[in-house]
């Protein structure tokens, strides 16, 4: 066995144990997250968005140096959502938390699948499109919506300055609203015209 082979093999050891290490971590972050909802009590939900962060952020490095790209790519997509929401870009809410949770299952089979070297499972891409559609409508109508303006701070200033929106029922279905008439004005924009060409 060469070196270069037993080196890949001892790095995808770590991996296999970090990653199902940071993946209980994740799961455990996201049943906090979903008692702040159904409370709305926590112990500091700014460093709970701020855990799930890191642990993707990790996974997302670690899966990358070994060219396991769609554990890679996935990973990414749900730390950008954990980005908005840390940043007070999105509010905390039910189909946010149920995006990461399904995220975190995908992203536990495509590890297993990876190590045993086995096809990515079913449904990555749908999911992939989904947290897209979910983060992009944020994206563009956080600043308008939120009224936010000013300099982007470094990880470490916004995780000490920065708390993201308390679980208010209220002001994040408000939000929501907001942001499916602003989609569907988007969706009815991009469709084309029915009108004859002059």
Do not use: W
């Not at 001892?10 to 979903?34: G, M, V």
């Not at 060219?67 to 840390?86: P, S, Y």
């Not at 990880?155 to 920065?162: K, L, P, R, V």
């Amino acid at each position: 066995m060469s070196d270069e082979l037993f080196n890949r093999e001892e790095f995808i050891s770590y991996f296999r144990d970090e990653a199902e290490e940071l993946l209980q971590q994740i799961d455990a972050d996201l049943l906090k997250l979903e008692e702040t909802l159904s409370s709305g009590q926590s112990d500091d939900p700014a460093e709970i968005v701020n855990s799930l962060f890191r642990a993707l952020h990790t996974i997302k490095g670690s899966s990358g140096m070994l060219g396991f790209i769609d554990i890679q790519g996935l990973a990414h997509k749900l730390e950008n959502l954990c980005d908005l929401l840390r940043k007070g870009h999105m509010p905390l809410s039910e189909s946010c938390v149920d995006i990461l949770f399904t995220g975190r299952d995908l992203l536990t089979d495509l590890v297993e699948a990876a190590i045993a070297e086995k096809d990515a499972p079913l449904g990555v891409d749908e999911h992939t499109r989904k947290i897209d559609q979910f983060t992009s409508i944020y994206e563009e109508t956080s600043q308008v919506i939120a009224g936010k303006t000013g300099e982007e701070l470094s990880f470490e200033e916004e995780t000490a300055a920065e708390t993201p929106p308390a679980a208010n029922a209220s002001d994040a279905d408000a939000f929501e609203a907001e942001v499916a008439r602003l989609l569907a004005e988007a969706q009815q924009k991009s469709q084309p015209s029915s009108a004859p060409a002059a």
